[in-house]
């Protein structure tokens, strides 16, 4: 006959219990460091988008709400201007004398160059090209001067 097996004792169980508390707290731990290790995106979005056709832009300033971008056409020059805020990222709107930030009042002239506010610097030009298929196509991380322009024919 087998001796009867002897009650846990409280030292054991709550070294049972510390053992497996510990055990819990690690695998926690190599999981976020898991997730940390991890990207939470792979890829960047696209800086260059396809805009619309150069017969389709109106003489003038065009203002591309997705984009936020303005397209600027004078004669069979086109060039394109973030509408993009340098102070906190704001949608600029087009103002007397230029282009003015809503949320802080930073003012920038026709050329996008700071005028008055907090803005450390001017609105930054976008390159324009010509896709395959005709229409433009504009790169948002790009940046050139605002003298660079897109010529096109029949302007």
Known sequence: MSAPEPDPSRRSLLASLALGGAALGGAGHLFVYGCALTPSHLDDPPTKRRLLPPA???EGVTFLRE??????????RLRA????CTHLG?????????FRCPCHGSEFGR????????APRGLPWRPLTLGPDGNLVVDLAGDVG??????????
């Open 81 to 84: 201007l973030s509408a993009i």
């Open 56 to 58: 389709r832009v109106p």
């Open 111 to 118: 050329d996008g160059a700071a005028k008055a506010g907090p």
């Open 67 to 76: 984009e936020r971008l303005f397209l600027l056409r004078e004669g069979g």
């Open 90 to 98: 704001c949608t600029v709107e087009r103002g007397e004398a230029g």
């Open 146 to 155: 605002p003298d660079a322009a897109l010529v096109v024919e029949g302007g």
